[in-house]
Structures are given as structure tokens and as C-alpha cells.
């Protein structure tokens, strides 16, 4: 099985702050990572797929990038709505499996 | 609009059984594979079942694998997740979840449904 391993698994953050989280895989799963948010309560959103392209509806400030085996996610100028967790997950093979998750939130 | 409405979350004892629904609307249910995802209290996201769109193949979590069955029926669009000799490490939010496409990335999510095993 490919695992996920996200870093850090919480940070600290301002308002306006650029953050960048890290997905790496066990194996190379080319591009097929997506990204997910998801706040308190509530079931994840769909940031990202296909590891860079933004899903329809989802601000400019969040970028992703990566292929292979290293992925990252940047979010550019952080707003208070953003203040949740995010994961990945790989979709090359069965099984399917998600990283462990980032929390960010308020410094 | 597309809507997942996951419902038959419970209480039930360790060793016992229960069923998922999630009844699917606005789309063309028979054209997508469905997933099942977890979330144990206050833990991360885990991949439970995928079943594809005419039902004809099916994939599990090791975790899950021999105790739990998924399957739809795609004249009712529903799918669901039975759910056997549950243990206590089952307690979870389980969401049902779509792709946009083929691939198995998961655009719009049910609610979910929460299942507690305990005695």
C-alpha cells in the first residue's frame, strides 16, 4: 500500500501569512493527488486535483505543485477562513489512502 | 445540485451489523463510481469501499476487508455499506462521496453518519 505522510502535522499562523504543506508518498504516484480542506464538523472540500489543477470555485490564493513522490500546497496571503485542516490523498491505485492531515490555525 | 444524503448511523453493540444508505440526486447516479470515507473521533480521513458504476467491481480498506460489503442499486440511486461483526475501532463518521469524473478523487460529500460500537 502507498502511504501518505504529510508535514508538519499543525502549524501556527496570521492572517496574511504564506504557509506551505508538504504531502509526500511511499512510491511514486505521478500526479494523481488531491488536495482536501476541511473545517470542525463539517465533511472535506475539494482544493485540488490532478496535484496543481484547482477545483472550479476555490480562491486563487491556494496553489499546489508536485509530481512523483513530493507535493506541496501553498496558500498565499492566509485568510480567517482558512483556518482548518487540510489533507491529501493519492488516487494511483487501490488502495486509496490520505495523509494523516495539517491543522492550521491562529497564532 | 448534487446531494448525498447518508442516513442509518447508530448504536451498536461490538460483534453486531448495520447498514449505510446514501441517497444520491442531481446527477446521473449510474455514471459514477461511489466511495465510502471514515473519520474515527477526533482522527484523520480514512478510505473505507469504492464500488464502480454499474456495481460490477468493488474495492476495500484493509480494515474493512471480509466484514464489510458495499453496493447500489442504481434505480433507487442509492448506495450502501453493510456493515458486519463491528468492532469498537468502527466508530466513525462515515461519508459517502463522488468523483467528478473516472478518477477516484472526491468532489461533493454526504454529511455523514455517525456509527458507534460500543456495549
Known amino acids: 500500500d502507498i502511504q501518505m505522510t504529510q508535514s508538519p502535522s499543525s502549524l501556527s499562523a496570521s492572517v496574511g501569512d504564506r504557509i506551505t504543506i508538504t504531502c509526500r508518498a511511499s512510491q511514486s504516484i505521478n500526479s494523481w493527488l488531491a488536495w482536501y480542506q476541511q473545517k470542525a464538523g463539517k465533511a472535506p472540500k475539494l482544493l485540488i486535483y490532478k496535484a496543481s489543477s484547482l477545483e472550479s470555485g476555490v480562491p486563487s490564493r491556494f496553489s499546489a505543485s508536485g509530481s512523483g513522490t513530493e507535493f506541496t500546497l501553498t496558500i498565499s496571503g492566509l485568510q480567517p477562513e482558512d483556518f482548518a485542516t487540510y489533507y491529501c490523498q493519492h488516487y494511483f491505485s487501490y488502495p486509496v489512502t490520505f495523509g494523516q492531515g495539517t491543522k492550521v490555525d491562529i497564532k | ?119
Not at chain 2, 99 to 106: A, D, E, I, R
Request: glycine share 10%.
Open chain 2, 1 to 119: 445540485e448534487v446531494q448525498l444524503l447518508d442516513s442509518g448511523g447508530a448504536l451498536v453493540q461490538p460483534g453486531g451489523s448495520l447498514r449505510l444508505s446514501c441517497a444520491a440526486s442531481g446527477f446521473t447516479f449510474s455514471k459514477f463510481a461511489m466511495t465510502w470515507v471514515r473519520q474515527a473521533p477526533g482522527k484523520g480521513l480514512e478510505w473505507v469501499s469504492t464500488i464502480s458504476d454499474n456495481g460490477g467491481n468493488t474495492y476495500y480498506a484493509d480494515s474493512v476487508k471480509g466484514r464489510f460489503t458495499v453496493s447500489r442499486d442504481n434505480s433507487q440511486n442509492t448506495l450502501y455499506l453493510q456493515m458486519n461483526s463491528l468492532r469498537a475501532e468502527d466508530t466513525a463518521i462515515y461519508f459517502c462521496a463522488k468523483p467528478p469524473s473516472t478518477q477516484v478523487y472526491l468532489s461533493h460529500w454526504g454529511r455523514g453518519s455517525l456509527v458507534t460500537v460500543s456495549s
